[in-house]
């Protein structure tokens, strides 16, 4: 017989009558207890007349035991699907497998009982099979982020009582921090097993007592429902899930489990042990939902007759989503599809409208499709619910084990709305994961109860029948006036989905509507008004949003952060926020021809015949209080002026007043965006000095100085950065120029006044140039080891990322725009690719075995980089997956970025610190030619391919024997590559910055150069004759910058100056 428990606590006297589902024909039994001092308590015990044996918890072998797993013999345990045929291991090979691991642990003196934190890149076949050997070497096993830094991972073992770590051969683990104890293969994948080092600031272990015995894993919640805690969860916890899931779902050997979850969520531990438990086997894809779905779904269900598909598929309903509803119905959910067993959790379940696009209803009496629910607390799934309709309502079900207990904690009577709405407990006598953070907490309270309850932040609702179903989640209820927001989702169409994000700043909510068909802005605002006027006005959303793609995060739930990010809009302009508010409410505001000047635009009126929304005041337009407290606080942010903020609150609720007039105040008011508070600049008298006389001789080539200046060359302004700059100066569409400084701050000026846009101070010293990926981000490496994006026009810091160690190299954006490289001094990697949009590493590597200070060279038709290094080595990696496709050691260190030298992209130049430039083949990295400078190369390369030396490329470098070179390369078709000295001038002092390029006119170019000893020099690009010449009063390391629409160059000198200057 299967039983399980309803406990309802009242926050009052009110008697609440408990009625079961008459389909399950239950037999009721209610107690009262009253205990003195406590609260009232009604027990509702339920048992059902469905014959289910009860769980079986105390079974004699653990069901990972080697001896019990040996018994399903040849039966396929792990599948890794691959072309052209699959690769499986059976139970009997893992086994022999697991036992050779074992020795290994023994023989390195690994104690049984200790816990094994695992690093992997993803599931693998030789991963499932170090699980095995952690658990039946006694150990527990805790799953780590697999791009996580050595600093980072040394302190959260420690947190987490853990002192062994394994990881793939070819990930770096710094040895500050862990010592090496062996290295090993497992199915031709290499391991390597650390032990931890104990360091002066090691931190103590989180538990204050001893971990639980019979300890399976250790792991962390994902923080998506509060912040990230440690779990650590014993057998008993884990077992009985296991075996109620197994009964349930009638899993067998004949079953074959996709093992997609990744290992840092919990839900992967039951797609392994459900396999084990039941001697089915796993499938694993090369690919991941989150890189190509479509692929995921071929591997999964496969086409042809001979290559099985899965059985039993585990998702959240957001990654579910990912593979589209035609695929679902068609290839997943069709009555021809391999799938038995579906389960989604984690997350709300679809509504009754979206599961009808993508099933028949007949296939409900074909497979098993199945709300499960549960938290990490009580590792893992607690509730099960198979659905029996595509339109009846979607309940939590009931107890996957008989041990489990539900609790709702209801809210006040007074709030008679909330009658059978309340907070869901789950509880167990025997699933007792032990959570530091909280039961170490001595709060008076019983530490070891007979039942053990965990809150699991959802509010529920339980109705007359006796069913529960999940209503949302505690703190993601926003109120406005003691009203919640959430009958937006029951005025949505069919297929679509809605959520709502809190914008705590501004006190916003943003509403967004996942449509999968593009809206046209008539559908998009006729939908906003249907929504708009089933609402309240307290309930109304301040912004609607309509996307075809919510994010998911890494465990596959919603990524609220990002959808967020995605849905605000950086500085927006104070017109374009009211405008955009009325938009989305107003059917007679319509956006105006952009090509009608601003002034015309807000001045102009309509007759009365004609009325223009513009002209009805905010209340008649349908604002109220409400929207005007938001929308001046958001708005507000932009003033200067106080007093200006609340007139603009007195102006949105006089209903006298027009929009035109609230427009027209907005744009003569004082805003920060527009009229940005400046810092005094320092202007110079303008100087045009002439070049010493004399002459400079090299290899057969005389260079002869101008006594006088051929052009007119002058100083506009200068900046004080307090401290020395060393950073190259970055420039956006020729309106700004960014650079940061030893002083540690971040400025960005107007090219043409020098007037402060913004200044950020970050925590430590910049040496790094600045990369622009819209007007309104930038990201800038740090000597603190992180990578920062920020706004250059508000000086708001967006987000920023830990690379772990010091980043001199600028920032590469791929031509995309969808990937970010940072190449840096870190210990563990040194070379790191990001996504742009979520920041979310990619992938991460070490090249050689020191740090990188030259930027990446990109290959954009190969989706691939070129790096040197400071080892010598250079490399070319793929874009795509960080995979080396070929690497070369030179013997001296790389400080410059390397370039292409043609446009055909088939030869780039790199040039070691020795003074060797070197030509080399794009697709193989051989060196092709190389020529010898006479000193130490810190400068970086500049080609240029000018139009009177056809068949010939001139690069450009400085050198610290006091020269600029220019060398002519041949890249013609037919001819042999060669380097050859086209001329070289001595310019007074070492040269570390790269020399630029000017574009004068369209065939007049000069170069501009900086040497260590304040010399700033203009030469002629084509037999390199000095024009112009000037010396400042502070060493330059800097590398300038020249906007050519301006004719200026901006230069930062140690003098702590940045200087503007032109022609």
């Known amino acids: 017989m299967e039983s399980f428990k309803i406990k309802i606590e009242l926050e009052d006297d009110t008697q609440f009558t408990a009625q079961t589902d008459p389909a399950i024909h239950a037999e009721t ?29 105390g079974e004699p072998k653990k069901l990972f035991d080697t001896q019990r797993l040996r018994e399903f013999g040849d039966v396929p345990f792990v599948i890794k699907r691959m072309e052209p045929q699959d690769f499986s291991i059976s139970y009997r090979k893992a086994v022999s497998s697991v036992e050779t691991i074992l020795e290994r642990l023994r023989r390195n003196g690994v104690p049984t009982g200790t816990g094994i934190a695992f690093r992997i890149a993803n599931h693998t076949p030789s991963s499932c099979i170090l699980i095995l050997a952690i658990l039946n070497h006694k150990c527990h096993f805790y799953c780590n982020d697999k791009m996580m830094l050595s600093k980072a991972l040394h302190w959260q073992m420690y947190r987490a009582g853990i002192d062994y770590l394994i990881v793939n051969g070819h990930m770096p683990v710094g040895a500050v921090y862990f010592q090496n104890l062996d290295s090993f293969l497992v199915y031709n994948e290499e391991y390597k097993l650390f032990k931890l080092k104990h360091t002066a600031s090691d931190p103590s272990p989180e538990a204050k007592g001893a971990l639980p015995p019979n300890m399976c894993y250790t792991i962390t919640t994902t923080g998506t429902t509060g912040a990230p805690k440690l779990i650590h969860v014993p057998y008993e916890c884990i077992a009985p899930n296991i075996v109620g899931l197994s009964q349930k779902l009638n899993i067998s050997m004949a079953d074959i489990i996709y093992l997609g979850t990744p290992c840092t969520f919990d839900p992967s531990v039951v797609e392994l042990f459900l396999a084990m438990q039941n001697g089915a086997a796993v499938l694993i894809t090369h690919y991941s939902m989150r890189e190509s779905p479509k692929r995921v779904l071929s591997a999964l269900f496969p ?34 599809s391999t799938l038995r067993v579906l389960l989604l959790g984690g997350e709300p379940f679809p509504s009754s409208s979206e599961l009808a696009t993508w099933m028949e209803p007949q296939v409900l009496f074909q497979k098993q499709i199945c709300n499960i629910y549960g938290i990490t607390e009580m590792s893992c799934w607690s509730m099960m619910h198979v659905l029996q309709s595509l339109h009846s309502r979607v309940h939590l079900g009931t107890p ?39 039961d170490d907490l001595d709060n008076g309270t019983d530490l070891n109860p007979a039942v053990l309850y965990r809150a699991t932040g959802d509010f ?50 943003i509403c967004c509507i996942r449509s999968l068909e593009p809206k046209t802005k008539v559908q998009r605002r006729a939908q906003t008004f249907e929504i708009l006027s089933k609402l309240m006005a307290v309930e109304q959303p301040d912004r609607f949003v309509y996307l075809q793609h919510f994010p998911c995060n890494a465990h596959g739930k919603l990524d609220k952060m990002l959808l967020l990010k995605e849905c605000t809009l950086l500085a927006q302009p104070a017109q374009d926020i009211l405008k955009s508010f009325l938009h989305d409410r107003l059917e007679c505001v319509d956006v105006q021809n952009e090509r009608t000047p601003k002034k015309l635009r807000l001045e102009q009126t309509d007759s009365l015949t004609n009325l223009s929304g513009y002209d009805l005041s905010f209340r008649h337009a349908g604002g109220t209080s409400f929207h005007a407290i938001t929308l001046c606080r958001e708005i507000g942010l932009q003033m200067c002026i106080d007093d200006e903020q609340r007139h603009l609150f007195e ?21 920060v965006t527009h009229n940005t508070k400046l810092k005094p600049i320092e202007p110079l008298l303008s100087s045009t000095v002439s070049a010493a006389a004399g002459s400079s001789t090299s290899s057969g080539l005389i260079i002869t100085r101008f006594e006088k200046p051929a052009i007119h060359f002058q100083f506009y302004w200068k900046v004080n950065f307090n401290k020395c700059i060393d950073s190259p100066v970055a420039q956006f569409d020729s309106r700004y120029v960014c650079v940061g400084a030893h002083s540690k701050l971040l400025r960005t000026l107007d090219t043409l006044t020098g007037r402060e846009q913004s200044t950020i101070k970050l925590p430590d010293r910049i040496e790094c140039k600045v990369t622009f990926l819209s007007e309104q981000l930038a990201m800038v490496g740090c000597y603190d080891g992180c990578l920062y994006g920020f706004n250059p026009l508000t000086g708001d810091i967006l987000w920023n990322v830990e690379i772990g160690g010091m980043i001199k190299a600028q920032p590469f954006l791929s031509s995309d725009g969808s990937r970010i490289v940072v190449c840096s001094y870190a210990e563990d990697y040194n070379v790191m690719c990001l996504s742009t949009v979520r920041q979310q590493v990619l992938w991460c590597m070490r090249i050689g075995k020191k740090a990188i200070f030259a930027s990446p060279l990109e290959l954009v038709k190969d989706q691939a980089v070129i790096i040197c290094t400071l080892d010598g080595g250079y490399a070319r990696v793929s874009l795509l997956d960080g995979s080396v496709q070929w690497m070369h050691k030179c013997k001296e260190p790389f400080f410059a970025t390397p370039v292409l030298l043609d446009s055909s992209a088939t030869i780039f130049v790199c040039a070691e610190v020795a003074g060797r430039v070197h030509a080399c083949d794009v697709n ?10 006479e000193g130490n190369i810190f400068s970086s390369l500049v080609v240029k391919a000018p139009p009177t030396h056809m068949g010939y490329t001139f690069v450009l470098f400085g050198c610290i024997d006091h020269h600029v070179y220019c ?71 800097s590398t300038p910058c020249y906007v050519e629409s301006l004719r200026r160059v901006y230069v930062g000198c140690r003098d702590n100056f940045l200087y503007c200057m032109g022609i």
């Not at 009203?483 to 916003?508: F, M, R, Y």
């Not at 007049?1004 to 400042?1032: E, H, M, P, Y």
């Open 29 to 57: 039994s209610v107690e009262h207890k009253h205990d003195p001092g406590s609260e009232e308590t009604l027990q509702i015990e339920f048992k059902t007349e469905i014959d289910i044996e009860p769980t079986i918890v």
């Open 303 to 336: 086409t042809s007759v001979t290559t099985p598909g899965i059985t039993v598929l585990q998702m959240t309903p957001s990654l579910f989503r990912q593979f589209g509803a035609n695929a679902i119905r068609e290839r997943i959910l069709n009555s021809s």
């Open 400 to 438: 996957i084990d008989d041990e489990t207990v539900l609790r709702i904690e209801f809210q006040s009577k007074r709030n008679l709305q909330n009658v059978g709405r309340g907070e869901l407990w789950l509880g167990s006598a025997t699933r007792r994961c032990y959570i530091p953070e909280t």
């Open 460 to 509: 529920v609702r339980r109705f007359e029948d006796g069913s529960i179903a999940y209503e949302e989640r505690a703190n993601d209820v926003v109120k406005r006036a003691g009203l919640i927001t959430c009958k937006i989702e029951k005025c949505l169409h069919s297929c679509e989905l809605a959520t709502c994000l809190w914008l705590e700043d501004l006190q916003k909510l």
């Open 651 to 671: 102006l949105l609720l006089d209903e006298k007043v027009s929009l035109r007039t609230v427009l027209l105040f907005l744009d003569n008011a004082k805003l």
């Open 924 to 933: 193989s990295g051989q060196i092709l030619a190389t020529h010898a400078a």
């Open 967 to 1037: 060398l002519r390369c041949k890249t013609g078709t037919g001819q042999n590559t060669s380097l050859e000295l086209h001329w070289k001038v001595d310019i007074g002092g070492s040269v570390y910055a790269t020399p630029i390029i000017m574009t004068v006119e369209p065939s007049d170019n000069l170069v501009f150069c900086c040497a260590t000893d304040g010399r700033i020099v203009l030469s002629n690009l084509g037999n390199g004759q000095i024009q112009w010449s000037d010396k400042l009063t502070g060493e330059l390391f």
